[in-house]
């Protein structure tokens, strides 16, 4: 069964950074898109950057661009996110998804297959 665990959150000072991690099983995650998403309380999901495996290509929401980097690593079989400057607004449950085809996109309904998340807090 196709399983997704999140991990690397915390709590960091804004500018601060984080690793998250996005460890797949069940399945091999370079054969599918796999898409990072975001929930504050209160607030609807939202798509923050996704990978593909048909090229590699990666996509980004703009409030992240130039702050955030998504990518794989084939051999372990994980997603990351690089997080850099932080800020209050990126607080958050963090989810990785995924789906049985290999196109990303920033739309949750794309995805089949969620993490449980992180939750990700930036405060001072």
């Known amino acids: 069964q196709v399983q997704l665990v999140e991990s690397g959150g915390g709590l960091v000072q804004p500018g601060g950074s984080l690793r998250l991690s996005c460890a797949a099983s069940g399945f091999t995650s370079n054969g599918h898109g796999i898409g990072w998403f975001r929930q504050a309380p209160g607030k609807e999901r939202e798509g923050v950057s996704c990978?593909?495996?048909?090229?590699?290509?990666?996509y980004y929401a703009d409030f992240v661009k130039g702050r955030f980097t998504i990518s794989r690593d084939n051999a372990k079989n994980t997603v990351y996110l690089q997080m850099n400057s932080l800020k209050p607004e990126d607080t958050g449950v963090y989810y990785c998804a995924t789906h049985n085809g290999r196109i990303c996109n920033l739309g949750s309904a794309l995805y089949d297959y969620w993490g449980q998340g992180t939750q990700v807090t930036v405060s001072s």
């Open positions: 990978i593909s495996s048909l090229k590699g290509s990666t």
